[in-house]
C-alpha cells in the first residue's frame, strides 16, 4: 500500500507506476527480513543508490528486452520481485560472496547496491547487469530446458567446489568464459549469455584470445580443440536455444545493451519522481 505521507512516495509512487502496474513486479529497496537470507550479515540499500539503480534496471534490462523483444515477454517471463541488499553476501570465513540470486523464477536479489559507481561501466556489468542477465537466464532455464549437449563441450572439467580456485586463463583452457561458469553446465550457460550481453566486442574477443593461447596457466586436458572454439560452440548453442525456445535474439541483446551504456549519463539525469 502506498503512503503519500511518506517522504519517499514520489519514488515509491514511481516505482509503483514503473514496475508493478506493467509487469506486476514488486520492486524491494527497503530490505526484506523475511526475504534475506539470515545465514549472512547483510546492509541494507542506501535510498540515493536504490534510486540509482532502480532507473537503471529499468533501462538495461526491461527495456531492452521490450525493445529486442517484445513489451509482454517480461510481464510473462519477468521475475515478480527485485530486493535490493546494501552489501555483498560473504559465506562465513571464506572471501567468496553471492552478487545475485534467483529464486524460483519469482525473486532477483541484487547485493552491493551501496557501492554503486556510475562511472564505472565495467563496475555496474560485473555487480548488477551482468548478475541481472545470469540471474535470469536461470529463470528462463528453469521453464525451458537447455539441450543437454551443452554439458558435453567442458565435460570432465567443471568443479562446484574448486571453481574459485582457478583462474581466468586456466577456465579458457577448457572453453569456460569465466572461472564460475567452470563450476558446473547451469551456471557456464549462464555465464556465457549474460557475460556475451554485457561485455563490449573488444573485452569478448580478449576473452578468446586467452582461451586460445591460455600459456602454461592451464588445466591439464584432454580436450581436442581450443578453448576460443569451445567457447564460440556454446555461444551457438545458447543464440540457437534462446531463439528457438524464447524468439530472442542474443546478439540483438548484445548490440542494444552496448548502445545503451553510452546513454548512461543523459538517462540519469532526467527527473522521474
Known amino acids: 500500500m ?15 507506476d514503473t514496475y508493478m502496474v506493467p509487469y506486476n513486479l514488486e520492486f524491494l529497496y527497503k530490505m526484506q527480513d523475511v526475504g534475506s537470507d539470515i545465514s549472512f550479515n547483510l546492509v541494507p ?33 519477468g521475475p515478480r520481485i527485485i530486493h535490493l541488499i546494501g552489501s555483498a553476501a560473504y559465506y562465513p570465513n571464506s572471501s567468496i560472496y553471492i552478487l545475485g540470486t534467483a529464486e524460483g523464477g519469482m525473486k532477483v536479489t541484487l547485493y552491493t547496491v551501496n557501492q554503486l559507481d556510475t562511472k564505472n561501466m565495467n563496475f555496474l556489468n560485473d555487480n548488477y547487469f551482468h548478475v541481472m542477465h545470469h540471474e535470469f537466464t536461470h529463470i528462463l532455464n528453469q521453464k ?33 568464459i569465466s572461472t564460475y561458469a567452470s563450476a558446473e553446465p547451469r551456471e557456464d550457460i549462464a555465464e556465457t549469455i549474460s557475460l556475451y550481453i554485457t561485455m563490449s566486442d573488444a573485452q569478448w574477443k580478449a576473452k578468446l584470445a586467452l582461451a586460445a593461447n591460455p600459456g602454461t596457466d592451464i588445466i591439464p586436458n584432454n580436450l581436442t580443440i581450443q578453448g576460443d572454439s569451445i567457447i564460440k560452440l556454446k555461444l551457438a548453442m545458447c543464440g540457437k536455444w534462446l531463439k528457438e525456445s524464447w524468439n530472442v535474439d542474443l546478439k540483438a541483446l548484445h548490440d542494444e545493451v552496448q548502445e545503451r551504456e553510452k546513454h548512461i549519463d543523459e538517462v540519469l539525469s532526467q527527473k522521474y519522481w
Open 2 to 16: 502506498l503512503d503519500s505521507t511518506a517522504a519517499t512516495y514520489p519514488f515509491d509512487k514511481w516505482l509503483y
Open 45 to 77: 540499500a542506501t535510498l540515493d543508490k536504490s534510486e540509482i539503480l532502480a532507473v537503471l534496471v529499468k533501462y538495461l534490462w526491461f527495456d531492452v528486452y521490450s525493445k529486442v523483444v517484445s513489451e509482454e515477454f517480461l510481464k510473462y517471463n
Open 144 to 176: 525451458k530446458s537447455f539441450p543437454k549437449d551443452f554439458e558435453t563441450f567442458s565435460a570432465g572439467y567443471y568443479d562446484p567446489a574448486g571453481w574459485n580456485n582457478r583462474t581466468e586463463s586456466q577456465a579458457a583452457s577448457i572453453g569456460c
